[in-house]
């Protein structure tokens, strides 16, 4: 409001200014509510995802050496309600998949060298299931062939 004088009041000019921020924090608010109850609904969801999860490679032959890239994490593709696909994304690092080169069948890749392998991804999913102990279900591995050397 402005005096008689064209002076404008400081402490009434203030007020509006409070208020549009207060309604601005309560919008605010009620939107981060609304979307934390939007979240846990879909977690309760069947979905399908991929998530990288890591690997580890075991009982490799004695007298032999890996060599190549064989990767770190694989892209799995799971079905399963959000909240177990969120646990498993969460507990990823702690506990990797394991590939045990005494159970898993590796072949001779005949296009590369003497010492060239492959192992194919596809059998490995119920070894992968059973190791994950969790209500989703891997329904793919990503790459589908690991290629290697050993020497």
């Known amino acids: 409001m402005e005096k008689k004088d064209g002076i404008r009041n400081a402490s009434l000019s203030g007020k509006g200014l409070i208020r549009i921020n207060r309604n601005l924090l309560i919008f605010a608010f009620f939107l981060l509510l609304s979307f934390i109850f939007w979240y846990l609904n879909s977690l309760s969801k069947e979905i399908d995802t ?38 498993l994304m969460i507990t990823s690092n702690g506990h990797p998949l394991k590939i045990d080169f005494s159970e898993v069948s590796y072949n001779h890749d005949q296009k590369g060298g003497p010492s060239d392998y492959y192992i194919i991804t596809a059998p490995l999913i119920n070894s992968f299931n059973a190791q994950l102990m969790s209500e989703c279900k891997i329904m793919s591995v990503k790459p589908d062939t690991l290629f290697f050397s050993m020497k």
């Not at 060599?67 to 994490?73: D, F, R, Y």
Request: charge should be positive; hydrophobic fraction near 35%; charged fraction near 15%.
């Open 50 to 87: 991929s998530i990288k999860y890591s690997v580890s490679y075991t009982e490799i032959p004695t007298g032999r050496i890996l060599s190549g890239n064989l990767p770190l994490k694989l892209n799995l593709m799971l079905k399963g309600h959000g909240y177990s696909i969120l646990k």
